[in-house]
């Protein structure tokens, strides 16, 4: 089981493709607020409403200064599907390592169902301008979650 961050964190570093296979660096980030989630799999319902739910509030969090990245453990291939599918304009970025997904706790036993798997947990952590974890979401809910976030935000 992988630990879970907690606010006042150092963010972990990360490179990942992108869907068009292209790196994408948290570090590049520095001095801008990343909202990043982490979901099971793209081209899945829950998924699918978590990351269009993200795509139509763009907007309103790149002006209130937030980039939002979807990390999963599908391929780059399968995410430029699911982007052009949803005409999805958030990042994704494919972890099919999962070391990713594990360094955020975002991998590790969950409740499916009843019963106990090992998978992804739908998470969601925010990252300040210093690459530290301004909140650590776990267990999120696909549907919700976006106007959740933006309403504890205050944005």
Known sequence: MSERLAPGDTAPAFTLPDADGKEVSLADKRGRKVIVYFYPAALTPGCTKQACDFTDNLELLSGAGYEVIGVSPDRPEKLAKFREAEDLQVTLLADPEKSVLAAYGAFGEKKLYGKTVTGVI??????????????????????????????????
């Open 122 to 155: 739908r998470s969601t952590v925010i990252v300040d301008e210093e690459g530290k974890v301004e909140r650590a979401l776990y267990n999120v809910k696909a549907t919700g979650h976006v106007a959740k976030l933006i309403r504890d935000l205050a944005i």
